[in-house]
């Protein structure tokens, strides 16, 4: 896969969980949260961020990604060693990438939000 592939598909893929991963706005929420300290607003967001709706959703997604990536990295490996194939290169590990990936989204969201909460409730 080349890099404009790879490329394409991490913005898809991570464009899926911001999607999965921000929380709907709810009109009813305005919880008044007087001297906010950071921590206190840090963990707000990991909260709000992990336990809702569709955060189940992004697990999903995460779980059926690396099972798809894993797989077929077997399967390349499985079809190398049958057909006497050595490949020259290390190729890439596509599954720890993805857990990288979801790992910087996760933490840029619950991040963007902890800022965003920590401002407004200054």
């Known amino acids: 896969m080349d890099y404009t592939s790879v490329a394409m598909m991490a913005l898809i893929w991570g464009a899926l969980l911001v999607y999965f991963l921000t929380p709907f706005q709810r009109k009813t929420e305005t919880k008044s949260y007087v001297k906010m300290n950071f921590s206190d607003a840090l ?4 909260i709000k961020v992990t336990f809702h709706k569709k955060a189940i959703l992004a697990l ?3 779980l059926i990604s690396l099972s798809v990536t894993s797989w ?25 990438g ?5 790992v910087m989204i ?7 939000k902890t800022i965003k909460l920590f401002r407004d409730k200054l």
């Open 43 to 46: 963990k707000y967001s990991f």
């Open 60 to 62: 999903a997604f995460i």
């Open 72 to 96: 077929s990295q077997n399967q390349d490996d499985y079809y190398n060693e049958i057909h006497g194939i050595s490949s020259q290169t290390q190729p890439i590990n596509y599954t720890m």
């Open 98 to 102: 993805i857990v990288v990936f979801s």
């Open 106 to 112: 996760y933490l840029l969201i619950v991040g963007r």
